[in-house]
T-cell receptor
Framework: DAKTTQPPSMDCAEGRAANLPCNHSTISGNEYVYWYRQIHSQGPQYIIHGLKNNETNEMASLIITEDRKSSTLILPHATLRDTAVYYCIGNPTGNQFYFGTGTSLTVIP | EPEVTQTPSHQVTQMGQEVILRCVPISNHLYFYWYRQILGQKVEFLVSFYNNEISEKSEIFDDQFSVERPDGSNFTLKIRSTKLEDSAMYFC???????????FGPGTRLTVL
């Protein structure tokens, strides 16, 4: 599986954009980058995924570098409800996702 | 929007007892998964299931664990003889295709006393 590296924690002011980085240097050419989040002990919630092009949906944007070794998840206008642990999963190897320790994002009022 | 559901939300059991955790995956999905998360730790893969058989399992998924799709909608995880260290949140997930987006249920909190 591709090892992903994320900062353990980040703060963001409410209403501002939250930019969460992830390094996934061992990702291979045909593997997607997935982002999930987990609020308290709830089930992981799918946010977005991408291969090489930048992606946007109603929740977030995903910027993937040209060499595909890193990506940034952008929450354009963070709210208090976006406080969660965010996981970058660089390689869903066959059946399983490998969840690391993620980034604990705290949105501050 | 379709979602994965799980029952019960909280299960308390005595050590050595059998428990069955239930999941209803998204109706047109073909791949089913169980993960667990011990309090304060990472989400860990247990098993994946496709076409009525296990397609992959982790080292955690030993002989105490089994999975079954008893009918067209339910997907179950059975722990035969629970141990204290089985206390965790158990999450079911499903996906339409292999290596596709997995959608997770809300989880069952299992407490073994």
């Amino acid at each position: 599986d591709a090892k992903t590296t994320q900062p353990p924690s980040m703060d963001c002011a409410e209403g501002r954009a939250a930019n969460l980085p992830c390094n996934h240097s061992t990702i291979s050419g045909n593997e997607y980058v997935y982002w999930y989040r987990q609020i308290h002990s709830q089930g992981p919630q799918y946010i977005i995924h991408g291969l090489k092009n930048n992606e946007t949906n109603e929740m977030a944007s995903l910027i993937i570098t040209e060499d595909r070794k890193s990506s940034t998840l952008i929450l354009p206008h963070a709210t208090l409800r976006d406080t969660a642990v965010y996981y970058c999963i660089g390689n869903p190897t066959g059946n399983q996702f490998y969840f690391g320790t993620g980034t604990s994002l705290t949105v501050i009022p | 929007e379709p979602e994965v559901t799980q029952t019960p939300s909280h299960q308390v059991t005595q050590m050595g007892q059998e428990v069955i955790l239930r999941c209803v995956p998204i109706s047109n999905h073909l791949y089913f998964y169980w993960y667990r998360q011990i309090l304060g730790q990472k989400v860990e893969f247990l098993v994946s299931f496709y076409n009525n058989e296990i397609s992959e399992k982790s080292e955690i998924f030993d002989d105490q664990f089994s999975v079954e799709r008893p009918d067209g909608s339910n997907f179950t995880l059975k722990i035969r003889s629970t141990k204290l260290e089985d206390s965790a949140m158990y999450f079911c997930a499903s996906s339409l295709r292999l290596a596709d987006t997995q959608y997770f249920g809300p989880g069952t909190r299992l407490t073994v006393l």
